[in-house]
């Protein structure tokens, strides 16, 4: 099945500073990875997603990268704020007939310094 | 929309007692996921269905698990009996067939004692 590596497991930035969260995932078949917020007490949240025919995609301070050869995506936050401050997680679909079947990462715990 | 509900958002029940988790999907969306979150093992999916039928039941943990789904609006989640380390938070998640975005509910804060 697919196996989903993250990291860094906790980020401090100063507010204003960038951060990035890197993953690796296993199933070359996978073509779907989104990375959700989650705040304390919360669900997660969509924030982003990227598909295997895109390299990049933005939205606002948010962007994500993904290089299929290398079966690794990451996300960039630029300009943060303390109200980024929250677990990342992202994840990647099972390919063949499982396309909704998603695997996580085991999160990222950002914390933004003001 | 009103997005994916759970009930009950807590509960608190003692080692042996039945419990069972209830999720209504968004109108419309076809698939639908339990998940479990714990500090130790993270987001793990547990169970899905597409069209109501179960497709992938492999990270139910044990028989002590099951889950059923007899419409398009409706799934539970029961555990029987409940143990201690079934603590955790049990999210509801559904999406459309074809597209990939999962919503998730705002889950199920399970506590047996």
């Known amino acids: 099945g697919e196996n989903v590596e993250q990291h860094p497991s906790t980020l401090s930035v100063q507010e204003g500073d960038s951060a990035v969260i890197k993953c690796t995932y296993s199933?070359?078949?996978?073509?779907?990875f989104p990375w959700y917020k989650q705040e304390l007490g919360k669900r997660p949240q969509l924030i982003i997603d990227i598909r295997s025919n895109v390299g990049e995609k933005k939205d606002q301070r948010i962007a994500v990268t993904l290089n299929k050869t290398a079966k690794h995506f990451s996300l960039h936050i630029t300009e943060t704020q303390p109200e980024d401050s929250a677990v990342y997680f992202c994840a990647a679909n099972a390919g063949g007939t499982s396309y909704g079947k998603l695997t996580f990462g085991q999160g990222t715990i950002l914390t933004v310094h003001p | 929309d009103a997005g994916v509900i759970q009930s009950p958002r807590h509960e608190v029940t003692e080692m042996g007692q039945e419990v069972t988790l209830r999720c209504k999907p968004i109108?419309?969306?076809?698939?639908l996921f339990w998940y479990r979150q714990t500090m130790m093992r993270g987001l793990e999916l547990l169970i899905y269905?597409?069209?109501?039928?179960?497709?992938?039941d492999s990270g139910m943990p044990e028989d002590r698990f099951s889950a059923k789904m007899p419409n398009a609006s409706f799934s539970t989640l029961k555990i029987q009996p409940s143990e201690p380390r079934d603590s955790a938070v049990y999210f509801c998640a559904s999406s459309l067939l074809d597209g990939n975005t999962i919503y998730f509910g705002e889950g199920s804060w399970l506590t047996v004692v």
């Open positions: 199933d070359s078949a996978s073509n779907y």
């Open positions: 269905f597409n069209n109501n039928v179960p497709i992938d």
């Open positions: 109108s419309g969306h076809n698939s």
